[in-house]
């Protein structure tokens, strides 16, 4: 069976209504819905091949459409710039993330709200990765000294992110001291990416020899936090609750399918990170998820950029019935404001 235009434009139909409606779509639907130059009777033909052909199915209690993975792939495959939701540019209701975030919030507390806000504006659940350190470069350190001996590392990235380690260390070094290792430091390793920093790129003058000790603990720090952050990656995750609320998840089945991927952070942060950065989007639907019983489960994935190099990742986790056309537009501008928001800050 040839898939011709017409059956692109019934299958898109059903797939529009039932993203809006969440019942399966009959064939007098699409009758008053498109204006074609047939009856009833050949749209019906042409949604029977459409299931044939692997495009549509329809639940045994129901004589109307549904559509299946391979018909919401056809749909995402072909959603352009051109035929994105133009509703979503004009919402009100969109607030820049500029608006809520202040100087002296740190990166994961930006995160935490970004997550939150977008949870609010799709309905679906939100999660938004941290840059890695090893992506980031060095920006600043500050030295601090407490009482009884120990000193605070205060490390800050070109992203944003503050690192606090705090350290025990053999003999005596005053304030003079801490400014003078931190002097050094800031000046040997400002814009150095953090994989490559060594204590060889430290130049200590003779009249400095006595802050070598201090200097080559904290470069051994600095390499405990890109080490740490390696191993894990930061998610912070938004809109359990909110998701809940759409009418796949009556079913209890559907329900603990969503709570599974939910928990599985590792594979969650893996499956966000790992595609190709030359693509603005990743969209992996039902069985193409990660996980066994995901099947009704959809997953979109951006990337947002700071100054054109480190990067994150945002996704949005729903049933297979989200309006991904709304959603891609969102991501697209959400990914943009928070990529400015970055930018103005490292």
Do not use: W
């Not at 990765?129 to 205060?154: C, R, W």
């Amino acid at each position: 069976m040839d898939f011709t235009n017409r059956k692109k434009l019934i299958l898109q139909e059903v797939i529009v209504r039932f993203i809006k409606d969440a019942e399966p779509v009959s064939s007098g639907k699409i009758a008053v819905s498109l204006v074609l130059d047939v009856g009833p009777a050949t749209i019906r033909k042409e949604m029977n091949e459409l299931e044939e052909m692997g495009y549509l199915t329809h639940p045994h209690t129901s004589s109307g459409r549904v559509p299946t993975d391979m018909g919401y792939r056809f749909y995402v495959d072909n959603i352009t710039e051109s035929n994105l939701n133009p509703i979503v540019r004009k919402e009100q209701d969109f607030p820049e993330i500029r608006e809520m975030i202040t100087k002296s919030m740190e990166i994961e507390t930006v995160l935490k709200e970004s997550t939150e806000m977008l949870a609010r504006i799709t309905n679906y659940l939100s999660m938004i990765v941290a840059p890695t350190i090893d992506q980031s470069k060095f920006k600043h350190l500050e030295l601090l000294k407490f009482e009884g001996g120990n000193y605070l590392m205060v490390l800050i990235t070109d992203t944003g992110r503050v690192y606090k380690r705090s350290f025990p260390l053999e003999g005596r070094f005053t304030e003079l001291d801490l400014q003078g290792a931190s002097g050094i430091l800031n000046s040997g390793l400002r814009n150095k990416s953090f994989t490559d920093i060594e204590a060889d790129n430290i130049k200590v003058s003779e009249g400095d020899n006595h802050l070598i000790l201090l200097i080559n603990r904290i470069i051994e720090l600095i390499k405990e936090c890109m080490g740490e952050n390696l191993a894990y990656n930061r998610i912070f995750v938004h809109g359990a609750s909110v998701v809940m609320q759409q009418p796949e998840f009556i079913d209890i089945k559907n329900i603990h399918q969503i709570l599974s991927v939910i928990e599985n952070e590792y594979l969650l942060m893996k499956m966000l990170m790992d595609f190709s950065s030359n693509k603005s989007f990743m969209v992996k639907i039902g069985a193409e998820l990660f996980s066994e019983g995901s099947a009704n489960l959809s997953l979109i994935a951006s990337r947002y950029r700071i100054k054109g190099n480190t990067s994150g990742a945002i996704g949005i986790l729903g049933p297979k019935r989200m309006d991904y056309s709304r959603v891609i537009n969102i991501m697209n501008i959400f990914r943009k404001n928070l990529t400015e928001v970055f930018d103005s800050r490292a």
